[in-house]
């Protein structure tokens, strides 16, 4: 018979194994849900298909939003009886928002509705998450990945309107939903694919390390990169004060 402890570690293995396994966390090329990040070292990073930093942390909150996703996908879906035979909620469809160099990018919207013009994004976040985007709205990372996905609907020929990030509590009840919406604006998305093509152009020019140079490291704590580089930082200063002392 096997010892409970045993299955326990079953368990915490089959789960750990499948995140690690998903297809996000596989993901290595760029896409629009990168394309807006502030920091510009990491998209540099991220252009030259460098491998984030090691995390001996399992994305666990990544992976209950991406059940929570696979969910909203199926009520929406089933939704779409009411309207039949015309598609109101066109879900988790592929658009093109734009070129790297020769280089498409593509990316799955989470919802599009054909009734308003809608581009619909769904996060699972947090309450001092939720706290933030409620007061200041969403980050320039969000807002950019919003106006892109809804190029691609337009590059497919729908008559976009609007964008909305509709922010959904992780640990508190419905009724502390965000829902931030804003009309629809090419030039959001514009400005973010010229951003990163100049990035890709100066990585072309001078190499990525010469042009990691042009950046300082940001102080974002989730930025993987500048992260680990701040911390290696602090390690080697206090290696050369034990030396000096």
């Known amino acids: 018979m096997s010892d409970t402890r045993d299955v326990l570690a079953d368990y915490v293995q089959v789960i750990e194994e499948s995140i690690a396994a998903h297809p996000r966390s596989l993901q290595k090329r760029i896409g629009p849900s990168e394309i807006g990040i502030d920091c510009e070292r990491r998209l540099i990073h991220k252009i030259a298909g460098d491998d984030e930093p090691a995390d001996?942390?399992?994305?666990?909150k990544p992976a209950l939003g991406t059940?929570?996703?696979?969910?909203?996908?199926?009520?929406?879906?089933?939704?779409?009886?009411?309207y039949d035979p015309v598609i109101r909620w066109i879900c988790e469809d592929r658009v093109d928002v734009g070129e790297l160099g020769d280089t498409h990018i593509t990316g799955s919207t989470d919802l599009f509705d054909t009734f308003t013009g809608t581009v619909l994004d769904h996060k699972i976040v947090g309450n001092s998450t939720l706290s933030k985007y409620r007061t200041h709205g969403p980050s320039r990372q969000y807002r950019t990945q919003a106006h892109l996905y809804g190029r691609g609907w337009a590059r497919r020929g729908y008559p976009v309107q609007a964008v909305a990030i509709c922010f959904l509590p992780r640990e508190a009840e419905w009724s502390k939903r965000f829902l931030w919406t804003e009309p629809y604006d090419e030039q959001v998305a514009?400005?973010?694919?010229?951003?990163l093509n100049m990035l890709a152009q100066l990585i072309q020019v001078v190499g990525k390390d010469a042009a990691l140079t042009a950046y300082d490291p940001c102080d974002n704590p989730f930025c993987p990169w500048c992260k680990t580089e701040q911390r290696n930082r602090g390690t080697k200063t206090q290696r050369i004060d034990r030396a000096l002392a």
């Open 190 to 195: 514009l400005d973010a694919l010229g951003r």
């Open 67 to 82: 059940a929570m996703h696979s969910q909203l996908e199926e009520w929406f879906n089933a939704d779409n009886q009411h």
């Open 56 to 60: 001996s942390r399992i994305p666990w």
